[in-house]
């Protein structure tokens, strides 16, 4: 028996169309197209059976084929159990869906790579790792997408060690990315190597632990990281085994207490965390300093106050200079596996980005010009061409 919408639903969408927003979003954002016509029985019998038959039984034989002869090798899952979209929390798979749809958009219109979203109605770990090992022969890479924290850790890396395709967790690495690269331009604008940076950042979820680790892999000259209960550190109670890594491996300096008590003599500020720091807090500082105040809507200082003490400040919003977009990178990160049909992103991989996107910004590095547009259409073949070479390199690429 058909539903047909009853009057109420109707006026209820005719007003919330009223809102750009969910006009565009009618429908959804993505559709299916075909690569080749079907215009006559010739071309059904090509496309579909009997000529289909025959390419099935030589990837049958060869099941390395279906990387040539189907779109396997061009598309990635994008991969959410909506437990930590955007600023919004664990809202759930449906609601997840217009942001998924949004990646697999910006993974096509960035660097021409087919992304299809899912959104899985489950939340155990055992059955997240499960489930995307079993879609993983529909697809040449994973992105995993607002995942929580702890959670997506377990998660990434159980699915990295099970598949031989790349496995990216966004949230975490494309940041990470982004970060590196700006904090690189804004180091070399302040006449500084990153060894001589002592970072502070706010928050170790999923964002917060994977720039603190790209930049110790980068050089960064020491961290500290902070979370709801103050500065992370060895011998702190209640610590998970993410946060008891990080305890070993930053915060040389033994700092206790809160994020604005260690930001008094830094150099850097990120901050992952949805929370505030004082304006007095960014003023006690290091002369020169860099502010990257990252939360989104709201940054955990207004960009125009960091802007009063600080060299240069970056946010997540596009309303202001200097925007950590991850968009700046995981289409190219991905282009690049894809295109050399790495079987893994190596941390080579992620830093290999970051010098590429820093690399794009070149002469025209100013205060307000630490990292590129998003609409620079350099950044996604530097990424890519970066990423391709670096997988060579490190001896991940199968072509």
Not at 284 to 293: D, E, R, W, Y
Request: proline share 5%; charged share 20%; glycine share 8%.
């Amino acid at each position: 028996m058909a539903v047909t919408p009853s009057s109420a639903s109707l006026k209820t969408l005719e007003a919330l169309d009223e809102d750009p927003a969910f006009a565009l979003h009618r429908g959804g954002k993505l559709e299916v197209r075909s690569t080749v016509p079907v215009r006559d029985a010739d071309d059904l019998a090509l496309a579909y059976t009997p000529g289909v038959a025959r390419v099935c039984s030589a990837i049958a034989e060869n099941p390395e084929l279906a990387k040539d002869y189907t779109w396997v090798s061009n598309v990635v899952a994008v991969v959410s159990d909506g437990t930590a979209v955007l600023g919004l929390g664990d809202i759930g798979p449906s609601a997840a869906m217009p942001v998924m749809e949004g990646k697999a958009l910006l993974f096509k219109q960035f660097a021409n790579v087919d992304a299809v979203p899912i959104c899985l109605d489950c939340t155990d770990v055992d059955a997240l790792v499960e489930t995307v090992v079993r879609l993983a022969p529909s697809f040449g890479g994973i992105n995993l997408e607002d995942i929580s924290a702890p959670r997506c850790f377990e998660v990434e890396d159980r699915l990295r060690e099970l598949l031989d395709i790349p496995v990216f967790h966004d949230d975490q690495h494309g940041t990470a990315i982004v970060v590196l690269a700006a904090l690189k331009n804004a180091a070399r604008l302040t006449g500084r190597s990153l060894g001589e940076l002592r970072v502070v950042v706010a928050g170790a979820g999923a964002s917060g632990v994977a720039v603190s680790r790209i930049l110790l892999n980068a050089g960064i000259g020491d961290i500290g990281v902070s979370d709801s209960k103050g500065l992370i550190y060895q011998g702190r109670e209640g610590l998970n085994a993410v946060k008891e890594a990080l305890a070993r491996d930053t915060n040389r300096a033994g700092l206790r207490g809160s994020t604005e008590h260690a930001l008094a003599g830094a150099d850097v500020f990120v901050g992952l965390s949805g929370s505030t720091v004082s304006e007095e807090s960014i003023a006690s500082m290091a002369p020169g300093s860099i502010v990257f105040a990252l939360s989104n809507p709201t940054p955990e200082v207004h960009p125009e106050v960091a802007r009063k003490h600080a060299w240069v400040v970056a946010t997540g919003r596009s309303d202001f200079p200097n925007q950590i977009n991850n968009v700046l990178a995981f289409p190219g990160v991905f282009r690049g596996a894809l295109d050399v049909r790495a079987t893994t992103i190596t941390e080579n991989m992620k830093v290999a980005a970051a010098e590429a996107l820093a690399a794009v910004v070149g002469d025209d590095l100013s205060a307000d010009y630490v990292i590129p547009s998003p609409f620079d259409e350099r950044v996604a073949p530097a990424v890519t061409a970066a990423v391709a070479a670096q997988a060579r390199a490190d001896g991940v690429a199968r072509v």
